[in-house]
């Protein structure tokens, strides 16, 4: 299920979401979506192999 949300970012933001959609041959909302998993893909990873560590 998809959302419509509203959000308010800098105008260097939204140029760098932009040039991302552009470089990977998507929407600005499916460069947002990427990268937001991405970065929270890696945080749990991080997490993880702390605990196995730690």
């Known amino acids: 299920?998809?959302?419509r949300i509203?959000?308010?970012l800098e105008d260097e933001v939204i140029r760098?979401?932009?040039r991302y959609a552009d470089e990977h041959f998507t929407s600005r909302s499916?460069?947002?979506t990427r990268l937001i998993v991405e970065a929270t893909d890696t945080s749990e990873k991080k997490e993880a192999g702390q605990?196995?560590?730690g």
Request: hydrophobic content about 35%.
């Open 1 to 3: 299920m998809k959302k």
């Open 6 to 8: 509203n959000i308010t």
């Open 16 to 18: 760098r979401v932009d």
């Open 30 to 32: 499916g460069a947002i």
């Open 51 to 53: 605990r196995r560590t």
